[in-house]
């Protein structure tokens, strides 16, 4: 059966004189290893898609069950040969890729962790610092998998809990944590804010403060506050017109 999707080369390693198996993260059957014929040899009709990072269009060709099926084809979609030029940007995007290897059980066809890797791939390339974009993306495929620690409540009663307790992976209040003491005592700014239904990535509620956005006028540019794309009343009691209009 000869199958397409889009995936992205996690890892590969040689296999005989010329050939490579490749391990994909892809967008419809999550992590797989491909059998890819002869792509070290200098006429290989496979390029450089197979190199790491490498976002490409791929179609291989196996029985469903297959744990090895034959790549056929592999047309590059972004090559981030940025992120692979320079070292220590290298070496940070490779504890992103151990950490898909490790969490994300091969099989799974959400398709969210391979969303998750593109957007941090561009993101990474384009906006430096790298560092909170990388942090940022640990956290999301922690939550994605399931290992993100429970902070909001009691992991085991669900009432309030002020001490994070590692070996518990959550927040326990005074009754369930009982005789432990290794407990981290939980920001309480952090807890207010989780109270009250902030979260980071999230679109704020209705009537909530948001950041302003510019548009230009015949003065120039300006700002113009914005909630959810209305505008507030000027000092006369008209509404002004524009962008957030």
């Given at each position: 059966m000869l199958r397409r999707t889009e995936g992205v080369v996690l890892k590969s390693w040689p296999y005989g004189e010329a050939d490579l198996i490749v391990t994909w993260l892809t967008k419809d059957f999550g992590i797989i290893k491909t059998?890819?014929?002869?792509?070290?040899?200098?006429k290989?009709?496979?390029?450089s898609s197979l190199e790491p990072l490498t976002h490409s269009l791929i179609?291989?060709?196996?029985?469903?069950?297959?744990a090895l099926p034959r790549l056929t084809q592999s047309d590059i979609i972004h090559s981030f040969d940025s992120l692979r030029s320079g070292l220590e940007c290298f070496i940070a995007i490779s504890e992103m890729i151990e950490l898909v290897l490790n969490l994300?059980?091969?099989?799974?066809?959400?398709?969210?962790?391979?969303?998750?890797?593109?957007?941090?791939?561009?993101?990474v390339e384009k906006c430096p610092p790298r560092d909170i974009l990388i942090l940022r993306f640990k956290l999301k495929l922690l939550e994605i998998s399931g290992f993100l620690p429970h902070m909001e409540s009691c992991g085991r009663c669900g009432s309030e809990g002020r001490h994070f307790y590692v070996d518990h992976g959550s927040v326990l209040c005074g009754n369930c944590a009982g005789r432990e003491k290794r407990g981290v005592r939980v920001n309480a700014k952090w807890r207010m804010k989780k109270r009250r239904g902030y979260k980071r990535g999230t679109r704020?509620?209705?009537?909530?403060?948001r950041p302003p956005c510019s548009r230009t006028v015949a003065a120039g540019r300006e700002a113009c506050p914005t909630a959810y794309?209305?505008?507030?009343?000027?000092?006369?009691?008209?509404?002004?017109s524009g962008c957030c209009g």
């Open positions: 059998f890819a014929k002869s792509p070290r040899k200098i290989s009709r496979f390029g179609a291989f060709w196996g029985k469903e069950d297959s994300e059980p091969e099989g799974d066809r959400s398709g969210r962790a391979y969303e998750l890797l593109i957007e941090a791939l561009h993101s704020p509620r209705r009537g909530t403060a794309g209305e505008t507030p009343a000027v000092a006369a009691g008209t509404r002004r």
